[in-house]
């Protein structure tokens, strides 16, 4: 199983809606960003998932993640592991829809019928996006979307919950470039070591950039 070497979080004080563009420097790490460069060439669309049920889905996430600037990849892969592509799905702790949404994040992202499948990705989107201002680390984003944002202020990292941490490594494993089904995800038992030290720059265009490389 392959995953990036490195995961960069485009943070912007005004996120657009256009196309999201990827590019690998020279050091072989893939830089997602969504302001093109001479350099940059338009991200080839995420690849629908092969069922039907999924692909009847895909231009509503398509819709959703290029509103809100999050990656259609990720949003993907968190329905994936969310309800499998169910839009009725309804989980013991009453969380609803394609992304499983609680009742108060419902309310809080202006989502009237959960099970609505285009009202539930874009109300997931906005949360999603919404996590990726909070926190500069994707783990740390996937935590708090799974746990809530409080339980990982509260423990200063991705809380010491199983079910978390299962979380956040089978959706890392398939936003990887070459993604793995869920299956292989599971399989995977070793943690992932990852530098929790996150480093902040501004390129020439005015681009804030958070790595966890210096």
């Not at 993640?65 to 009725?88: C, F, H, M, R, W």
Request: overall charge neutral.
């Amino acid at each position: 199983m392959r995953f990036l070497p490195l995961f960069i979080l485009l943070l912007t004080s005004s996120v657009s809606a256009g196309s999201i563009y990827s590019y690998v420097d020279e050091n072989g790490v893939r830089v997602w960003s969504n302001v093109g460069t001479k350099r940059v060439s338009p991200k080839a669309p995420v690849s629908a998932p092969k069922s039907d049920r999924a692909a009847n889905f895909y231009p509503m996430i398509r819709e959703s993640a290029s509103k809100y600037g999050v990656d259609e990849g990720l949003v993907q892969a968190i329905i994936k592991v969310e309800s499998n592509y169910d839009p009725t799905a309804v989980s013991v702790k009453d969380c609803k829809g394609l992304m499983q949404l609680h009742p108060d994040t419902a309310r809080r992202f202006g989502v009237s019928n959960v099970f609505d499948p285009a009202e539930n990705i874009e109300g997931g989107v906005r949360f999603l996006n919404h996590l990726m201002k909070s926190f500069d680390d994707l783990d740390l984003v996937l935590a708090a979307y799974n746990a809530g944002e409080n339980a990982v202020k509260r423990y200063d990292g991705i809380p010491p919950y199983s079910e978390t941490k299962q979380y956040v490594q089978k959706v890392r494993s398939i936003v990887g470039e070459d993604p793995p089904s869920l299956k292989e995800a599971e399989e995977e038992a070793e943690p992932i070591r990852r530098n929790r030290r996150v480093f902040r720059s501004v390129d020439a265009d005015g681009k804030v950039l958070f790595t966890n490389m210096p």
